[in-house]
């Protein structure tokens, strides 16, 4: 089992940062893949960036590609997005998921953060 707590979320002005963290529970934490996803109100969800269990593979939707950097600390059980220049179109909540490294569904899911992006 995995349970992730998000945190960080808030209001910034355009043009601001801001940090997410997600806490993963379990000494596993590293054999996980993880994500970071984000659903505005009447909006599907959508995926907005991914790292790979050991770190070095990542991946970023273009929408966010150049402002947004994921990144884990595996000794802390913790995954972060570093999100620079914001625009309100990112306003949404923010959730982090992870799936074992071997999987293809995302399995787990954290209660979600809220971003609002003030112009």
């Known amino acids: 089992q995995v349970q992730l707590v998000e945190s960080g979320g808030g209001l910034v002005e355009a043009g601001g940062s801001l940090r997410l963290s997600c806490a993963a529970s379990?000494?596993?934490?590293?054999?996980?893949?993880m994500g970071w996803f984000r659903q505005a109100p009447g909006k599907e969800r959508e995926l907005v960036a991914t790292?790979?269990?050991?770190?070095?593979?990542?991946y970023s939707t273009e929408s966010v590609k150049g402002r947004f950097t994921i990144s884990r600390d595996n000794a802390k059980n913790t995954v972060y997005l570093q999100m620079n220049s914001l625009k309100p179109e990112d306003t949404a909540v923010y959730y982090c998921?992870?799936?074992?490294?071997?999987?293809?569904?995302?399995?787990?899911w954290g209660q979600g953060t809220q971003v609002t992006v003030s112009s």
């Open positions: 998921a992870a799936k074992y490294f071997q999987k293809t569904l995302w399995e787990y």
């Open positions: 790292i790979s269990w050991h770190g070095r593979s990542t």
């Open positions: 379990g000494r596993t934490f590293s054999s996980y893949a």
